[in-house]
């Protein structure tokens, strides 16, 4: 009981708190917590090459003031960007077409469908044996990537989009291309976007690893090379850069998600702020 | 007028030997174009039939059986750590409020970041072994199967636990009667997802721990410019993932009957 009064009294003290305070001051008590154990932890029992939070602190300022910290950005960050580009443009004409023209759509949708849930990561070695140790086979990689969810997602939303929109450009004699670009293309737009968000995290994935395998410069690379010298906290530099770069680039997706389609709810993979906001209740209390 | 009558013949429903004849077709087309440019195509390629043969021959010659084991191993640890581990992260994101308040922000930056990245931290922790290596894959695949247990457990309707408690039910009659057969659809729906991300989890970390299993195989090909190896292990791999999505689809299908039509 006496433990129950005491975790009340905390939770009203927090409740007084202002929301943006309140809503970040567990996070941040846990993250420092987290950090705590870690460095605890990895002195107490891991070799010292293991990267620890004073070590990655120390070495931050010296990385990312290097100019090759920012060239390896450079590369890999325009590498994604153009390849999200291409790879979205494509993926979004293919799927509309696939969506609403059924024949296309039976003739493609079980290649697109069996490539998109394969692994891509067993198709690298494969470009990087046809494309050879390069920059291309790197942007090849992540336009595939991106492509394929969002052909698949697109084609989704424009097959299922409501009969009561079609007849509607019926009514006002829509031409054809008003009616894939004026009616199904906004429909899909949430899919698409959707496809977009998946789309980058594999982007990520398959050029690191085209770079490790191809050994091409870039964030990747680096950060594979450093680790291999056992310089663990200046590799950690670059994961820590890594994530941002993806993390940002795909809250970015889904913000324009929200600010151009408010109505569509993703069901699966759901940012924190996106899942149902009530409290979870203490149950049979 | 007549514009719109051609349209509304494309719309005609078809039979479904049509749609079956556009699948095989399709396939068929794919196929053909593979053997037709693999013929001539150098060393960077082989055709659709030096790919089987290369198969047969790899399978016959014992290259095949115990890669497929070893990955196989690390296949079956994830997916098993992510069932017990997804469940267990899901429901308490769900229902423990001191526990989201303070790990959501982490689980989402653990699941949005590249995990490929993670992977020297990994190694540096538990070192090469399949330890490394399972728990890189699991951090691929467990994610799904935590959002959708945690979005499960969250859209219980309130009138649920009022009705339990109404009834007096006790904290583990509530779990055991209300909170998992409503979360088990769910449940399926995040391992139906699983099941074919945890074959990218174990192919991404052969491929960046050690290259012992299916991947070796494929840096092998790689290495050696053998097109017709590369080929040859990519089809089964992909082969694979197809039984893959299949078992996982099945599974949904023949443990919640009654839900596999909500999500796409």
Request: glycine share 8%; aromatic share 10%.
């Amino acid at each position: 009981m006496a433990t129950h009064n005491r975790r009340l009294t905390l939770a009203r003290a927090v409740d007084g708190l202002p929301s943006i305070g309140r809503r970040a001051l567990w996070p941040v008590v846990t993250g420092l917590a987290l950090v705590v154990v870690w460095e605890v932890g990895a002195r107490a029992r891991l070799p010292a090459y293991v990267a620890r939070p004073s070590g990655i602190v120390a070495a931050f300022p010296s990385v990312v003031t290097t100019p090759l910290f920012w060239a390896d950005a450079l590369s890999t960050c325009s590498a994604i960007v153009e390849g999200v580009v291409v790879g979205t443009f494509v993926g979004a004409v293919l799927g509309l077409v696939m969506g609403r023209v059924r024949e296309v759509g039976w003739l493609l949708a079980p290649l697109v469908r069996s490539l998109y849930s394969m692994p891509l990561i067993a198709l690298v070695p494969i470009m990087v044996l046809w494309m050879g140790y390069t920059q291309t086979a790197r942007l090849v990689a992540i336009v595939v990537a991106v492509l394929l969810p969002v052909a698949v997602s697109t084609s989704d939303g424009a097959r299922l989009l409501s009969p009561d929109f079609l007849d509607v450009g019926k009514v006002f004699r829509a031409r054809p291309h008003q009616v894939w670009f004026g009616i199904a293309l906004p429909a899909a737009l949430p899919q698409l976007l959707a496809g977009v968000d998946i789309g980058i995290g594999r982007a990520f994935t398959n050029g690191v690893a085209v770079e490790v395998l191809a050994s091409v410069t870039g964030l990747g690379y680096q950060l594979f090379d450093e680790a291999q010298s056992l310089r663990d906290a200046v590799s950690f530099v670059y994961v820590i850069a890594l994530a941002v770069f993806a993390i940002a680039a795909r809250t970015g997706v889904r913000m324009l998600s929200r600010r151009l389609a408010p109505w569509y709810r993703p069901r699966e993979p759901t940012a924190p702020g996106r899942l149902r906001r009530e409290p979870a209740q203490v149950v049979g209390a | 007028m007549g514009g719109l009558r051609w349209i509304q013949l494309l719309r005609v429903e078809r039979p479904r030997w049509v749609q079956a004849a556009c699948y095989l077709a399709s396939v068929g087309l794919l196929l053909g174009l593979w053997q037709y440019v693999g013929s001539d195509f150098g060393v960077l390629f082989a055709p659709l039939t030096t790919t089987l043969q290369e198969l047969v021959t790899l399978t016959a010659n014992g290259t095949i059986g115990p890669a497929m084991a070893v990955s196989g191993q690390i296949y079956v640890l994830t997916l098993g750590i992510d069932l017990v581990a997804g469940v267990g992260v899901g429901l308490a994101l769900a229902r423990l409020r001191w526990f989201a308040a303070s790990f959501e922000p982490y689980v989402f930056i653990l699941y949005a970041a590249p995990t490929v990245a993670l992977v020297p931290v990994a190694f540096a922790v538990f070192g090469f072994g399949v330890t490394a290596q399972v728990v890189i894959a699991v951090l691929i695949s467990v994610f799904t199967i935590v959002f959708s247990v945690a979005e499960g457990a969250r859209s219980i309707p309130r009138i649920y636990l009022d009705v339990a408690a109404t009834y007096g039910s006790t904290e583990a009659q509530l779990w055991r009667d209300v909170i998992l057969p409503y979360v088990m659809p769910f449940l399926m729906t995040g391992v139906r997802q699983a099941i074919p991300m945890a074959l990218v989890g174990t192919l991404v970390a052969e491929f960046f721990l050690a290259a012992n299993g299916v991947s070796g195989l494929l840096i092998e090909g790689v290495t050696e410019f053998q097109a017709a190896k590369v080929l040859a292990v990519t089809v089964l791999v992909s082969a694979l993932a197809i039984v893959l999505v299949g078992v996982g689809e099945l599974v949904e299908r023949l443990l919640v009957p009654w839900r596999h039509t909500i999500d796409g």
